[in-house]
């Protein structure tokens, strides 16, 4: 992965795609870490995180993090997520976000030298291409390390870099949770208590 301390970067973040694909690699993303590592690369311009958020919950457990970022200094895109019924009968949300992501890359191909996109759709391809055809570099992070891979092939050669999310997760990765324990009243007893109730 090639970064000039010079290049005017800007990274274009997919959050359904990337939580995924973190999710496969068995870590979850800190977003502070991330914001510091990309601004030691070069000249970052600016950070966009994309996701589409249900507007008619009274919680929705992405809410906190899109908070967060967007008070951190991340430039938030969201948009209400779209209820439906799976063939299950299962309620789900979708929320595609690629028209918004492409809109702002091919926008802001006009003022930054590299553009970082955090996502494997294969649909971003064509946008790659195009600005490519601008001038300018294009990476690519996602992860062929998954099973399954959960990065385009097609997405993955037109890009100019690409850097698999799992050579990031040192980097960026949040420190692995312990599982907590569940309280167990037998193991608050005393040696004595434990001893008396092992003898019946």
Do not use: C
Not at 64 to 70: E, N, Q, R
Not at 79 to 88: F, G, I, L, N, V
Not at 109 to 126: M, P
């Amino acid at each position: 992965m090639t970064f000039y301390p010079t290049e005017r970067l800007a990274l274009f973040i997919d959050g359904a795609n990337l939580y995924s694909a973190a999710k496969a690699l068995g870590f979850d993303i800190d977003y502070r870490k991330l914001l510091d590592e990309f601004k030691k690369r070069g000249l970052l311009v600016r950070a966009y995180y994309y996701t589409a958020i249900a507007e008619n919950d009274d919680y929705s457990p992405i809410r906190p993090l899109v908070d967060w970022l967007d008070y951190n200094g991340f430039t938030l895109v969201t948009k209400p997520a779209r209820e439906y019924t799976d063939s299950q009968g299962r309620k789900r949300w979708r929320g595609d976000m690629d028209i918004e992501i492409a809109v702002d890359m091919l926008q802001m191909a006009d003022t930054v030298d590299h553009l970082l996109l955090f996502s494997g759709d294969g649909d971003f391809r064509a946008l790659v291409e195009a600005v490519q055809r601008k001038g300018r570099r294009v990476t690519v992070v996602s992860t062929m390390k998954s099973q399954p891979p959960m990065t385009s092939d097609d997405l993955r050669r037109q890009a100019d870099n690409f850097v698999d999310l799992a050579d990031l997760g040192n980097i960026i990765g949040r420190p692995q949770r312990a599982p907590q324990q569940r309280y167990n009243a037998a193991d608050a007893r005393t040696p004595a208590e434990r001893e008396a109730e092992d003898e019946y």
